[in-house]
Structure formats: structure tokens, C-alpha cells
């Protein structure tokens, strides 16, 4: 192509870091170019001066001038040219060309003469070898797509000269003629994505865009990397980029998908936001909502865009649309950051205990924390001979396995819906939790403004994803292997803490298999009560977060407090007494600690993540005991949830881990207790032993002081719930005890001769001993028929009656029982009946004085404007269950405006309230208070979640 002209356009501002060796580079080109155009966009480094000496006269501009307009005036410069330039290659001043750069892109058009815009191979500088393009596209979501893996190396894998839709502006061979009949570059896009939107546009007019391999060009990405900034950037650049991707999604697609795509970009903008905020980019999620506002509130822009396109369209639509990325490239990206984060989630332990062995070793090079641990028999590496031959092959894996099993087996009874003893029974959907959550009135008994207990959020979250039943179910049942994963995390983190090898596993199963029969052998399980059931599923989970106020980095001291707050928040939301026994165990800790190292705890980032764990649980929580002060309901904050009144608690039950009369026999608590005792005596964990006792000292008093307490309701009176702290005290010794095996077995690996000998058999009889906690108490367990808990609740209330009832809330059924002689009392159900969550609103609400005379009127002299009162209030059936009271039948038989109603069972009475109930009668006030204590609680929970989240740093191409 000897006859082919050649004009270089070069762009530069602020890039006298570069030019030298662009400037080398172009003058180096095996093709050399014919003319060179150079724009400088008011640059302070003197990067004018570098170009003037290189190429004579520049084309100097103001520093507002974007990427568009500076190409548009070397363009006009061009035509000046008695014979303006056939090719326009465009270069940044930080891109540059390797010798043969043009010659092979020269050759590429030659062999293609249909291409109009030609592109080479972009690689890293100043690597060199990494590839950053070869070609480019977008995917529906906006991403910028270049095909290539994270960190690909140039060796030669991409060869050949294909189509693309877009190549990079970085050294972009297009024809003159091409580039002035599409106008140029957009000036919507003054900085990112210009290159993209004018190859969609050169393929929307038919024009061919090649990326040609063989060409190299070396590009800094000093915009988009951040190295420089200009006035059109400032400091956000992705807003910039975003910006441009949405921008070019909007203007580009096809007529028929615009209105999806406006929805898709929406929602998927959101998404990304929510990405950005796990990973504590918050920059980055707002620079995501700005870029969405500031296109959605011009659509005449967008609308303008589209309508200059249009003029221009001439190509194939199928063949442009082959040239973006598939569709379904943008959930794979999704997949891939899930699990980035998911990895990174996992690796937190890991990295905590790699760091503080690294302290140690600074500390002390002689420690054993400088030992490389020598390989034992547990530790043996077993030639790779399948997965299932490794699972056989590892005694631990059979173990835990066998005793997930047996667990499963023995909360067979919490398969499907379940109800029964303190457990109410589930809604029918979701949908019922979410609006007790939000509501400020409920319509339950005759209405009432107790707020929502703190757990119905979570339960409402995981009911959207399982269903109602499903969810309680699956609480129940996954409780216990829950709770040995969390244990054995927890107890292998505890036991690194005192070697570096941490505690053997056998010493680790025993720990983690003992802890998660807790719940089960407490009898919290077999009663229905959720609160201790979940607050021993999360609480090994609260403490190893809790670890981290020990770590040496302040920044992940603190990401620690957050992440503790959350979950003592969670855990307090289903056991309440959590939250005032992590205050009293932070002030101890913290006092003792201002007593041993004052000098330490005078930087803020020592106190203040426990502090920070503390005191933001209220917060997360205020919808739930703010009203329950400003409605006169604050007894509730002190009750363990569930149906009342709760199981009593007394000292033998809280040192054995009972609750009730359902748990095991006491006297597995008793050899656990033991145990923990015995613990004390090995020296090389006695001070971990007594700071376990330390916990357990707290728990317990605070127990012996809650547990003396009642609370009295209209209903009945229950004790404060201490369930929480027993499964803390459980929690203690079997920590203990698991610290102190650990300690025997150090002692006795450090013995000798005789002594050696006299350990082992110590070991031997201690293992035996302590092995019966887990292996009895699993097998009760297995063996079953320790519970209250059923398929369903018996109920005597008519089904044509619960059927209506279901039509709304003011279709209520009063529901009378007992009789003249031994006293009547009543309840009144709507609805579905009463669920879980709505059985503690009701025990807390205070009975309405007026209703209760008006059914004192019913039962003894009733009249026919006592039941036109009952319509009024919400009241369609009236029902007396079997025995029926005679005198009270008789006297409601003759009323007047009572219809009789059928029943199942003939001793069951039943009546239709003739006039047509009241559809309003439970319309309640709106409280602004609740609405702003909602928006509170979701802001709050975003961002905690977004401070507590693990760095992922996100990557950008």
C-alpha cells in the first residue's frame, strides 16, 4: 500500500511521563506515518513543548476540552491538507506503538479492503506482556467485554484478524472518509466509552471493524487506572464509565428492546449498588445511582441520540447483534463475584490466626509459633484415591457424618409443620410476618399497637426464600448440624489461640458434637422454643466475631465489632436477655482490660469496636423496643419468645443445662460440669479455662438474679426467660473442658519414661469419661418421644367458621370457654388463627376493659343490642367448645339476633351473629414514629452490613 496516506492524530494532556517514549515510538514505526497532528488540552507538564519539538506547530485547546472535540479539530487540520490523509490513526499520549505497529495494521487493511476501522493488540505498560484488548464489546448490563482471563499474558493465543464490534481508541487505524461521515466520537462520551458507541455505530451503518493481533500497541490506561486526572473526570471515574456504559446501551439498542432494556439497566443498577456496598465501595455504588439519575432525567438527550442514529442505519441488525457479548455472559460475572465474596468471607479465620502467628514470630523468633508444625498421624497426607475412598479414610469426616445423620433422625418430629408446646403455629405465607413486621396496628384480639417481636424480620426474610413452613422446619432441624459447624470453627479458632497447631481433632469433635446437642438436651428443642434453639446455632458465631477485638490490625479490629454487632443483634432478636448479657461481659472485659493494659486501651480503636458491638444492637433493633417503652409493654423486652407462660428455670437446671422437664437426664449436665471443673488443672490452658469460667460466672449471676423475676400479664405470669443464658453456660464448659483436653494433652506429649506412661492411661480414662456426654445424649435424641411438638394444632372451632374467618379481620369468632360454676374465659380469633409472633403480641396486650364487659353481658344477660355490640366490633360467630355450659347455651339460644350455627361435635355450641359485621371495626392510628423507626432500622442495617462485610477489592477492566 505504498499509495496509502497515513496521518497520526495525537492527543495528550498532562502525559509528559509518556510522550518520550510515544513519541519514540511513532518515529521508530517500520511504516512510517506521513503526518502527525498533534492536540494538547492545556496540559501543566509540558507536554505542549515535548510534542512542539517532536512534530512542529500543536493544536493547543483548553483544558474543558473533552476527548471528542480535541479529534474533531485535528480532523479539521487535516482537511486543511492539500491532500488530507486517506487513514487517521488515532494514539493517546500514554499508548504506545510497537515498531511494526502500523505496518501490520496498514497490511491487515490491504488483505481486508471492506474494513474500515482496524485495531491492534493492547498490552499493559509498563508490563508489557499483559493483555488488556483485543477487541472489544458489551454485554447487556454494560460491561465493558474484551474475552479475556484475569491477568492473560500475550503468548501468541490470539492470532488471528477478526471481526469485532469495537476496537480501542488507543491506536485505532479508520479511515477519514469513515470517520467523518459518523460524525466522530460522541460528545455525550467526552472521556470513557467513545470507542465502543463508534463501532456500534460503524456496524449499525455497515461498516467493518477489525482487531489485527499482529499489531501492538503498550497503553498505560492512565484515566481510567486513576493515575491522572482531569478536569472531566475529577475523582470519579467510574461514574464516568458508567455513565458511558448506559449511555451507549441507551442510544444503541434496538427500538423494540428499549423499554426492557430502561427496566433492566434500573433494576441492574440497583444490583451493582448492592455488589459495591458488600464490598465496602460505597464511592463506587453512589457513582453507580448517579450515573442512572443523570441519564434518566434527560430522555430528551437520549431520544435525540437515537433519532441521529437512525439517519445512519444500513447494516444488518443480525450482524450487529452477533458482534455483543451473549447474553448470558452477565450472570456468569454475577456467579463469579459471589463467589470471590464467598471466598473471601471464608478466609477471614484464616487469615486472623496467619496474622497473629506473624505477630508472634515478630515478638519472639523462638517461639513456637516460628516451628513449622510437624506432620502427626491425624495429619498424615493420604495418597489421592477418590473423594469417597478419602471420606472413609478419615475417622473425624465418618464420625461427624454418622452424627449429623443421627441428629436429622431424631428431629424427625420437626419435619413438615410443626407445632406444640411453646411454638404457635406458622402462617400461611410470608407475607403475614412482613406485615406484622410493618404494621403499627395489628388487627389481633380487638386491635393493638404492640409492635412486632424483633425476630418476625428474619423469619419474614427466610419465609420469602423457604415458605413458612419450611423455614421453622429447617430451623429445627438444622439446628443441631449447625451448631457443630459453628462449634468446631469457634473451638479450633480458641484452641490455635493457645498453640499454634491448635487442638487435636479428636479433642475438637468431642467439643463441637457435645455443644450441638445443647439445644436438644436442654429441652429447648423437644418444647418448640426458637429463642434458645437459634441463639445456640448463632452464638458460637457471636464469639469467634468477638475474637477479633484482638487482632492487630485497627481496621479489621473494628470490621470485627460491626460484624459482632450484627449478630448479637440477630441473636437478641430471638433471645432478648443476649443483648443485656453482652453489656454486662463487655464492661467486665473492657474494665479488666483498662486494669491490666491502660496504656493500650487509651487508642480508640481498642474500646471502641466493643463499644461500636454494643451499642449499635439497639439500633438495629429500635422498632422492636421503642415502642414496646412507649406503649407501657417493656416487660416484653426481658421474655423469651414464644407462647408463655415460659419453662422455669432453678439451680440445679441452669449448672445441668435444663429447661423445663423435657431435657435429658440431668446428670449428662452434671459430668459436663464436671469437666469443665477438672479443666483448671492443666497449666498450659488454665488462664483460657478460667476466662471461660469468667463467662459462666457472668452468665450465671445474671441468670440467678433474672430468674428470681416474674412478669405478670393479663393471661398469666411467666418468669423473665433465662433460656439464652443457660445455653451460654453450656456453651462455657464444654469451651473449658475442650481447652482443658487440650492443655492434658500438651502436658502429657511434654512427659517422659514412667510418667509418660502414667498420662497416657489419665488420657485414656478422662476420654472414656467424657465421651458418654455426646454419645448418651445423642441416642436420646435418637430415640425420640421427648417433645410437645405435633403435624398440626387440634382445634375446635368449626372449619366452614375458620373459613370466613379467613375472608378479613373484622370476620372474628369468639371463642368462650369453661363454665358458670368453675369461670368463663375468652379469646377471639381472626384470621388464620393466632401464628407465631402474633401468640406474643396478643400475651402482651392489655385487654380491652369494654369488650370484656360487653362478653360478661353475652354470658349472663344477653340482648339484642349486646349482639348488634358484637357486629360492631368484629364479632361473626360466637362458639362455646365442648362441655358447652348449659345456663350460658340456653341464655344465647334465646337471644335475640344470635342464629344457631352447626358443629362438629354435638357438645359444641355454636352461633351466627345475625347483623352484618362491622368491616372497619379494627382499623387502627398510624404511627410515624414506627414508620421512621422501620426506615432506621433498614439504613442501619445496610450499612452495618456493608462496615462488617470482608474487602474484596473489585476489579476493573
Known sequence: MSGTSVAALLVSHDGARWLPAVIAGLRAQSRPVDRVVAVDTASKDGSADLLEQAFGAVVRVPGSTHFPAAVELGLQELREDPEPAEWVWILHDDANPAPGALAALLRAAEEHPEADVL???????????????????????????????????????????????????????????????????????PIFGNDIDFGWRAATAGHTTLVVPGAVVFHAEAAHRGIRRTPLTGRHTHYQERRA???????????????????RLGLGTLVRMIGFLLVRAVGEALDELAALVSLYSSPRQILAARRERQGRQSGDPAEVRALLAPPWLPYR???????????AATQQAADVAERRRAAAIERDPSSLAARRPVADDEDEDFTDSGAVARFLTNPIAVLLTLFVVAAVIGSREAFGSVVGGGLSPVPDSAGAWWGLH???????GQGTAVPAP????????????????????ALLVLAVPACVWGAWRFLRVTGRLVSHRGAPRWVLLWGATTY??????????????????????????????ALGFADPSADRRWRAGWRTGLLLALTTAFAPVAWAFGLVVGLVVVAAAFAIARGAMRDRSTWGPPAAAIGVVPVLLAPWWLPMLVHGHAAGLALDIGRVPSPGVDARDLLTGRLGDLGAPWWLGALLLVAAVLALVPRATR?????????????????????????????TTTPVGVGFLVVVLQGAFVTAATLGGQGLLLGTASRSGARSGAARSLVAVVGVAVAVVPLAGLGWFAAGGHDRLADSADTDIPAYMVQSSQAGAAHGILVVRGSVEDGLTYTIRRGDGVTLGEDEVLALDTADRGFTRLVQTLVSRPTPATVTALAAEGIEYVVLPAPADGAVSAALDATGGLVQASAEERTTRAWQVGEPVDERALDGPRSWLRIGLLVLQGVAIVVVAVLCAPSLRSRRR
Open 687 to 715: 488462664i483460657p479455662v478460667l476466662v471461660c469460667w469468667l463467662v459462666a460466672l457472668v452468665a450465671g449471676g445474671l441468670a440467678a438474679v433474672l430468674g428470681n423475676l416474674t412478669v405478670t400479664l393479663d393471661a
Open 245 to 263: 456504559a448506559l449511555y451507549t446501551l441507551l442510544v444503541n439498542s434496538r427500538a423494540r428492546a428499549l423499554p426492557f432494556q430502561v427496566v
Open 438 to 444: 410493618l404494621e403499627s396496628w395489628h388487627p389481633l
Open 516 to 545: 450441638a446437642l445443647v439445644p436438644v438436651a436442654s429441652g429447648a428443642w423437644g418444647d418448640g422454643r426458637l429463642g434458645p434453639v437459634v441463639a445456640a446455632v448463632l452464638l458460637p458465631w457471636v464469639t469467634h466475631a
Open 333 to 343: 460475572h454475577g456467579l463469579d463475584f459471589v463467589g470471590d465474596l464467598a471466598s
Open 454 to 473: 424483633a425476630y418476625v424480620l428474619p423469619l419474614a426474610l427466610v419465609g420469602s426464600l423457604l415458605g413458612t413452613t419450611l423455614a421453622v422446619s
Open 119 to 189: 485495531g491492534p493488540t493492547l498490552r499493559e505498560w509498563p508490563s508489557l506482556r499483559r493483555l488488556l484488548e483485543v477487541g472489544v464489546t458489551i454485554s447487556g448490563t454494560g460491561r465493558r467485554e474484551t474475552g479475556l482471563e484475569r491477568g492473560e499474558y500475550d503468548q501468541g493465543q490470539h492470532h488471528a484478524v477478526r471481526r469485532v464490534l469495537a476496537v480501542n481508541s488507543a491506536g485505532m487505524l479508520v479511515r477519514r472518509r469513515v470517520l467523518e461521515e459518523l460524525g466522530g466520537f460522541d460528545d455525550q462520551l
